[in-house]
């Protein structure tokens, strides 16, 4: 029984499912890899290989630095909103500081021990901040504000994989590792899978899982998963741009040990004089969709997103690289509105002024939020279309949709 819960929690942990680990050789391009003039020469394997020894991984102890860079190309307004570039004093809530790995560079100290015990240390600047998860608790400190975030999960969240269990994922998915499990898992059909170029990550022979968009107007060039080639941990992400330029995302190791970490790594007492803010007990709302998070970050757009007086409807089109978000807030508000709306805040009106062209066809008028990986167009009526799309392919979805 013993062995049947360690291999689920493997399975679970590496986030491959049997239909992923299982592909279909239609899906995955059983291309061998062939090393580089600059690589480490590596037997050849396939790509069906290669996800099968990230699935079989059984690597639980680490430690190291690890070096996260965001290219999104934002809008001023939007970058200043995510938090610009290096980690500010005043708040040591995690949900706070992990968003700021939306924009910038940032570097992180990263330990693990299994399930239970992971350590995310913010190393920009003098002043650091770090994020703790050991047992049942979960601590953030900022050294710069001297406060300290905790949080507690009950038993019952835990066993049923919510609650802490659940939001402490969401919070440490900032390491290589974690950000490969989630774009493993939504491989699929419309997804070409094959064996790349090798490589050296964080000193480390590796080989290159390239995953490519077979779907037309997607705005991913392709993401490439740099996998070690003795123990199967992923070791660096890149998203690359349809459009080419340097990676959206690069997160990789910079140098990276094997070896069970000290006890002690992930003990945390709150020091002296810090202030203390609990968090929730465990039994959290349950998330709101991705797309409304996003527009009610920008502060007068809560009402076309579905907040106060909006119903937030969701309509999810099409599928795969290609899948498109149509929410219809229901709010009775449009662009026009809050132009209009001399009542609403300053930085929505910011926010307006940084919206890209104008576009029309039969849906009406609507203004378009270009960034290198996520569009959003809103329409005058106040729909909302988003996704890793093109703004031709938001247009066309908003004429077939209207």
Request: charged share 25%; net charge neutral.
């Amino acid at each position: 029984m013993a062995a049947n819960t360690k291999t689920s929690r493997k399975v679970a942990r590496y986030a491959v499912p049997v239909a992923v680990a299982g592909v279909a050789a239609a899906t995955v391009a059983m291309v061998p890899a062939f090393a580089n003039a600059g690589g480490p020469d590596l037997p050849k394997v396939t790509a069906q290989q290669l996800i099968e020894k990230v699935a079989a991984s059984d690597v639980e102890q680490l430690s190291g630095t690890a070096k996260i860079s965001t290219d999104l190309g934002l809008p001023k307004i939007a970058s200043g909103l995510l938090g610009g570039g290096g980690v500010t004093g005043g708040s040591a809530n995690p949900e706070d500081k992990v968003a700021q790995l939306a924009n910038g560079t940032h570097t992180l100290r990263v330990a693990a021990d299994g399930e239970d015990r992971q350590k995310l240390t913010f190393l920009d600047g003098k002043d650091e901040y770090s994020l703790i998860h050991n047992g049942d608790d979960v601590w953030g400190y900022d050294s710069k504000s001297n406060e300290v975030f905790h949080e507690k999960a009950s038993p019952s969240d835990q066993r049923a994989g919510q609650g802490k269990e659940h939001k402490t994922g969401d919070r440490m998915n900032a390491s290589p590792q974690k950000l490969a499990e989630e774009i493993l898992a939504a491989a699929g059909p419309t997804t070409d899978v094959s064996v790349g170029e090798t490589a050296q990550v964080a000193g480390r022979d590796a080989y290159q899982l390239v995953l490519k968009p077979k779907q037309a107007g997607s705005t991913v060039g392709s993401v490439q998963i740099a996998v070690d080639a003795k123990n199967g941990v992923p070791l660096r992400v890149q998203l690359l741009s349809a459009q080419g330029g340097k990676p959206i995302v690069d997160a990789g190791f910079t140098k990276v040990d094997f070896a069970k970490p000290s006890a002690d790594t992930f003990t945390f007492t709150p020091p002296k004089g810090a202030k203390v803010t609990e968090g929730a007990d465990g039994h959290g709302k349950g998330d709101k969709d991705g797309a409304f998070k996003a527009l009610e970050s920008f502060p007068g757009l809560d009402g076309l997103a579905g907040g106060p007086g909006g119903k937030g409807d969701v309509k999810v089109l099409g599928e795969g690289w290609a899948t498109i978000a149509r929410i219809d807030s229901g709010a009775g508000k449009s662009l026009k509105d809050l132009e209009n709306d001399k009542n609403a805040p300053k930085e929505a009106k910011q926010f307006l002024d940084s919206l890209g062209d104008k576009v029309n066809g039969s849906f009406g008028e609507g203004r378009v939020l270009s960034t290198r990986l996520f569009n959003v167009l809103v329409t005058d009526d106040g729909k909302v279309y988003a996704g890793a799309v093109t703004k031709d392919a938001l247009v066309k979805a908003a004429d077939a949709n209207k």
